[in-house]
């Protein structure tokens, strides 16, 4: 049913299969039509919104600039947690299976 609505080979401006699974998944659970032209348009012109963001700027400013974008989102005070995955996996064994 997909492949006949769909070309089998997807471009730059085509719906992959991951995005019409999930568009017909809306569809189908909250009764809504979903205009894949529109869809496409908006997904180009947040593509190009990104092209012209990234214009012109080197990896040191991009970098800057995330790193104040997660400074912004992360919470203040909270120490950042390593966690061992070695150790963790070594008391588990040795705990056995039946502890969390």
Known sequence: MLRNR??????????????????????????LRVNREAYLRRKM?????????MHHRDAQAMLADLRRR????????????VIDLRTRRHLRSVDGPGTA
Do not use: F, N, W
């Open 6 to 31: 769909r070309p089998t080979t997807p471009s730059l401006a085509s719906i992959s299969l991951e995005e019409e699974l999930t568009l017909l998944r809306v569809e189908l659970m909250y009764g």
């Open 70 to 81: 997660l400074d912004k989102v992360k919470p203040q005070g909270d120490a950042p947690r």
């Open 45 to 53: 012109e947040e593509r190009e919104e990104v092209v012209r963001r």
